[in-house]
């Protein structure tokens, strides 16, 4: 069973720096892309960053870039998102997930999402 | 930027057929995915390219795609059908998400 488990999430002051985690299991990890999608709350989702296996290619969104930074450690299963120059508008419950393609180079879909972490910025 | 558009809500009767659409000018060329998300819950792939329905997911539950539309369509819709639902599609290095549909079974 493919589990996907993130955490790091809490209140920091605007201009602060967070770094989430997201632990991998039941699924061979480093074969997969794996991204991290966000949302605000009573909003949709907004994708925020993908990385394909062994951290060669990294994608972010817009609204992120130069701030944020996606990584993995293929030989611990973990997946993370370092945040720096937070901004209110970066409150949002940050999930992890898998894509539903093997061996690719891009992100297309995901087929299995962790339960999300909540990141508030706030003063 | 690349936009998908979805309308905010759509209602329909129990035991009757919800269809949800999805517009972008790529659609045509490029797959697009379908998610569910009840309230409190992560949200679950129904459709991905197009029309392909993952394992565990009802057969009621179908996708098409025409033009730059892509459409998912829920026949005989039940009350635990409804939910939130977001299209999705990959295209020129980003992913891209639809504003979501509210679906409301009443």
């Known amino acids: 069973e493919v589990q996907l488990l993130e955490s790091g999430g809490g209140l920091v002051q605007p201009g602060g720096s967070l770094r989430l985690s997201c632990a991998a299991s039941g699924f061979s990890f480093s074969t997969y892309v794996m991204t991290w999608v966000r949302q605000a709350p009573g909003k949709g989702l907004e994708w925020v960053s993908s990385i394909t296996n062994g951290g060669l290619r990294t994608y972010y969104a817009d609204t992120v870039k130069g701030r944020f930074t996606v990584s993995r450690d293929d030989s611990k299963n973990t997946l993370q998102l370092q945040m720096s120059s937070l901004r209110a508008e970066d409150t949002a419950i940050y999930y992890c997930?898998?894509?539903?393609?093997?061996?690719?180079?891009?992100?297309?879909?995901?087929?299995?999402w962790g339960q999300g972490t909540l990141v508030s910025v706030s003063s | 930027s690349y936009d998908l558009t979805q309308p905010p809500s759509v209602s329909v009767s129990p035991g009757q057929t919800a269809t949800i659409t999805c517009s972008g000018d790529?659609?045509?060329?490029?797959?697009a995915y379908w998610y569910q998300q009840k309230p409190g819950q992560s949200p679950v792939v129904v459709i991905y390219q197009d029309t392909k329905r993952p394992s565990g997911i009802p057969e009621r539950f179908s996708g098409s795609s025409s033009g730059n539309t892509a459409t998912l369509t829920i026949v005989g819709t039940q009350a635990l059908d409804e939910a939130d639902y977001f299209c999705?599609?990959?295209?020129?290095?980003?992913?891209?998400f639809g504003g979501g549909t509210k679906l409301t079974v009443l």
């Open positions: 999705q599609a990959w295209d020129s290095g980003a992913v891209i």
């Open positions: 997930a898998k894509d539903g393609i093997e061996d690719v180079v891009t992100p297309f879909f995901f087929d299995s």
């Open positions: 790529k659609l045509g060329e490029i797959y």
